[in-house]
């Protein structure tokens, strides 16, 4: 069976909606449990104003303080040229720039337009180009917007078009607020590998409307073979208060796991560093094999 | 595209594991809801003992309560003979019976080895003959037992026989505590329908791993068009304490209904029954529909 990528964001897309600040050694420890679980790869932070996310004021010090797996991809979303040059000096394997397919959603993110986002990122180019920093680049709203809708498919590929032309190495599609469907997931994903065969893309799902692991399903039958999730289903959205967040790491491995997917992610090992989160945190994670255990954990029928 | 039948379980499976016993006027106007909203089938109660199952004691009052609106299938849940003849002086349209494919969970379940439950149904059978009242086999832990592990599919294939030669008119394929894959869903449909092309199979999903919308995409690709679901997705599994229960109605119309399929339900109908059982009921339900909003409410751009 295939190998299925997994990418943990608990740190970054998890932790910056968090009510509380997770203390700087905790997420050291929690990135090299990670690493040695086996993840692919580890968004650790994001080089943002200390301001905009005060969740995330430590990046330098993660990024200084956690232990680099050979094989393991550490890498860390910047909004600019001033997070670029973070990066470069934390040595980031990759950095993740990030725009959004609907104006709205862009304007009200990062306050750009669309274009002055790309703008950005040609300095961003600039700065990186000879660092051996790799590029990676997201689209927020692929598939769908809180404020405009559902978003064109051709204005999604026009966007992937210019984050190559400015020497990204690979496209995230992130479904920001939970809106894609599996349909949709298999039409945009078939319509981009056949345009762009072998690029590496990777889905970014939220759970936010129960269909996060179907969309991942119908990615892969599609043919993509990486996937953000968060441990513990970690994360949310401000549009949707209540629901759940990114789709949760160990519930995905269990899923592909058990279907026989090559995951190269100890799920035991994930099952216990999400367990240990959740106490971190203090409060219940939305992620469902803590609480049912696997399909393989048999109940003794002396157990009535 | 193709039209998906919605089958709704709250009354009977979602309220059995409830704390609290929903007052019979309550349920009864629920389902007088549920079938205005245009769910195809509402399995409506239990007729089993009183001191078994105390939330469903009121069986013959629900019954003999609802409105039967046409094209909508009323059915229960019946045990042995003295359910079936319960059911047939309620004139239920169908009445569902349950054996585990797994031994030990039928023990456990039924106190009866999976035999002597058909040795029982061939008595159902003829208490029901000529009532014109149809029979429905459903196979508890299809996918897997949480004593026995995973189940053959040829163990599976050999009940259905078993059923079929007694009279079911259909088949209902239970993943009763949340352990199927989709791989597995696919596998098993396609050689279900291979075997009985035409047969009416539902599907009936538990959410407890998260994998129950995935399941219901992987049962469709497969030929399925029959879904049980649960109100909020109200239900449970005394294996998987603070786990999710059977997938969420209208969580499952959401995502179909924005694919284009053909569903008789009308979500918001359905949004505004599932937010006022939570009221009733007076706790949160692991629904995100309720939570999220569908994908089509969008938010005003001066809401920052």
Chains 1, 2 share one sequence.
Not at 77 to 98: H, M, T, W
Not at 100 to 109: D, I, R
Not at 144 to 163: H, S, T
Not at 177 to 185: E, R
Request: proline share 4%; glycine share 10%; hydrophobic share 40%.
């Amino acid at each position: 069976m295939e190998r299925i990528y997994i990418q943990e964001v608990v740190t970054r897309d998890g932790f910056q909606m968090e009510d509380q600040f997770v203390p700087t050694e905790r997420k050291i420890a929690l990135i090299d449990r990670l690493s040695h679980a086996g993840v692919d790869k580890v968004e650790v932070t994001s080089f943002v104003s200390p301001k905009a996310v005060p969740n995330l004021r430590d990046a330098e010090e993660v990024m200084a303080g956690i232990e680099r797996k050979p094989g393991v991809t550490y890498t860390a979303l910047i909004p600019n040229v001033k997070g670029a040059e973070r990066a470069a000096v934390c040595q980031a394997d990759e950095v993740n720039l990030v725009v959004s397919v609907s104006e709205t959603h862009n304007l009200k993110n990062v306050r750009r337009t669309v274009d002055e986002s790309f703008s950005n990122f040609y300095d961003v180019a600039d700065v990186l180009s000879g660092t051996g920093i790799q590029m990676n680049g997201t689209l927020a709203t692929t598939f769908g917007c809180p404020f405009e809708g559902r978003m064109d498919e051709n204005r999604v590929m026009g966007l992937i078009n210019q984050y190559l032309a400015l020497g990204a190495e690979s496209i995230t599609l992130a479904d920001t607020t939970g809106m894609a469907t599996p349909k949709q997931v298999y039409q945009l994903c078939e319509k981009v590998l056949d345009h762009w065969p072998g690029l590496p893309v990777t889905l970014h799902f939220h759970n936010t409307r129960g269909m996060g692991l179907a969309n991942v399903m119908e990615g892969i039958r599609a043919g993509v073979t990486r996937f953000d999730a968060s441990l513990g289903g970690l994360g949310g959205c401000p549009f949707a208060p209540g629901a759940t967040g990114n789709i949760c790491t160990e519930d995905l491995v269990h899923m592909l796991a058990f279907m026989g997917y090559d995951v190269n992610v100890n799920l035991d090992q994930l099952i216990e560093i999400s367990k240990g989160l959740g106490k971190t945190l203090n409060h219940e994670l939305p992620g469902q094999i803590i609480k049912a255990g696997k399909i393989t954990d048999l109940h003794s029928t002396s157990y009535s």
